[in-house]
């Protein structure tokens, strides 16, 4: 398949699976490993592009359900791209609008053809197909794209994981020959299974499988797509199964493409799987959290909302070089905390910030093949002492020759 993207890696961790590339789109360079925060339909809530390029945003996400609904696809066209109705000249990446497969599972009907939705809006109906999906995601006009894949919840078991992944194969399939636009637009294949490691080996293995009566599949990596979503994951599952997931897809993917883990957003989450070999993530955490007066810090979450900070001057995090830090104090963003809409918008700078700066410090400790000390210092400084350290995070970065507890 052509290509509009390159991935050059510059450093590697001797320790981890841990790496640091920049990967080359039509909009420009993105450092990774990268943090995406989510633009559901054209805006990050409570930002504008020029402040989430202030922030040293270098690509974010597009919804392309949502942004199919409204303004609709014929609007979206009329304006030459979602680049330019957001006034956004960085990179763009949008989902195919699978994921709504999950969330708005009431009001969808799934079959072979595709997906059927019903508009959460106005009550009418979208038939969302592998062709509409690619159709849609061209007209946005996003740097990358993703295949409609068949979605089901991470808390799913039996046959119905089974035939999802199959599905997910043969829509890439239909995906790739809807692609309209190649030279400018970066179509990632999503590996589905499930929690069960063997649908996910069978997703990927070089290798033809034959299940019941059905045809023997290519496997995805045959494919030869510019990158590899990691998908299923971020549904509720344990934790101490989920890193052995994207430890599992990581040792298996290619390495030089592009490994994106979808849906996940917390520090800790963030750290564990960059050690664990992954590039790129996505998430709403920090600006729905925001919405309900949270603000991230290395020490934790701080509830603004509390009366505790009612006369706290000091800024959320000290050293924080962000608007709302060398601007406001605790104190008069608890004032407005979920009241008023700036509260929203000054603790929503905050952690778009704090996000993209951990993912900055990830890579100078690569560079600096610094990486294990960094996370045992992050680990201790978030949780505050060992016996609070999550088991699954331990468990995940022993893996990966980093001992948290010694």
């Not at 320790?15 to 805006?43: E, N, S, Y």
């Not at 969808?108 to 809006?121: D, K, L, M, N």
């Not at 929690?195 to 494919?223: A, G, P, Q, V």
């Not at 979920?338 to 951990?358: K, M, P, W």
């Amino acid at each position: 398949m052509r290509s509009a993207l390159t991935l050059k890696v510059i450093a590697r961790c001797s320790t981890t699976k841990a790496r640091v590339g920049i990967l080359t789109l039509p909009h420009g360079p993105v450092d990774t490993p990268v943090f995406m925060p989510v633009g559901t339909q054209g805006t990050l809530k409570g930002l504008t592009t020029k402040q989430l390029e202030e922030l040293g945003c270098q690509i974010m996400l597009n919804n392309t359900y949502h942004l199919g609904l409204k303004p609709g696809q014929e609007l979206i066209e009329e304006l030459g791209g979602s680049h330019k109705f957001q006034n956004w000249n960085r990179n763009l990446l949008t989902d195919s609008g699978g994921f709504q497969m999950v969330s708005l599972l009431k009001l969808a009907r799934i079959t072979e053809e595709g997906v059927e939705f019903q508009s959460p809006h106005d009550g009418s109906t979208m038939l969302l197909t592998p062709e509409h999906s690619m159709s849609l995601q061209n007209s946005i006009g996003a740097d990358i794209i993703m295949q409609l894949d068949d979605v089901v919840s991470s808390l799913t078991t039996g046959p119905r994981v089974e035939e999802a992944m199959y599905r997910s194969i043969r829509w890439l399939d239909r995906c790739i020959n809807a692609h309209k636009k190649p030279e400018s637009q970066n179509l990632f294949a999503i590996i589905q299974g499930g929690l069960n490691m063997d649908l996910r080996t069978k997703c990927i293995e070089d290798e033809y499988k034959m299940i019941l009566k059905y045809l023997l599949f290519k496997e995805m990596i045959k494919r030869d797509t510019p990158g590899y979503a990691i998908g299923g994951l971020s549904g509720g599952e344990e934790k101490d199964i989920f890193w052995r997931i994207v430890n599992f897809c990581t040792d298996k993917l290619p390495k030089n493409k592009p490994i994106y883990c979808m849906g996940v957003g917390y520090a800790e989450d963030l750290v564990v799987c960059s050690a664990l070999g992954v590039d790129m993530y996505d998430c709403v955490f920090p600006t729905r959290t925001a919405r309900f007066g949270n603000a991230l810090t290395p020490k934790g979450s701080l509830n603004l909302k509390s009366t505790k900070f009612a006369q706290d001057f000091e800024p959320i995090e000290k050293g924080c070089n962000c608007l709302t830090c060398k601007t406001y104090t605790r104190a008069y963003i608890h004032m407005h905390a979920t009241r008023e809409t700036v509260g929203c918008h000054l603790i929503t700078i905050h952690n778009v910030s704090y996000q993209l700066r951990l993912m900055n410090n990830i890579r100078k400790a690569i560079i600096n093949d610094e990486f294990p000390s960094f996370v045992q210092k992050f680990f201790k400084e978030l949780f505050g002492g060992k016996d609070k350290y999550p088991i699954w995070a331990v468990n995940a970065l022993k893996s990966v020759n980093i001992e948290l507890l010694s």
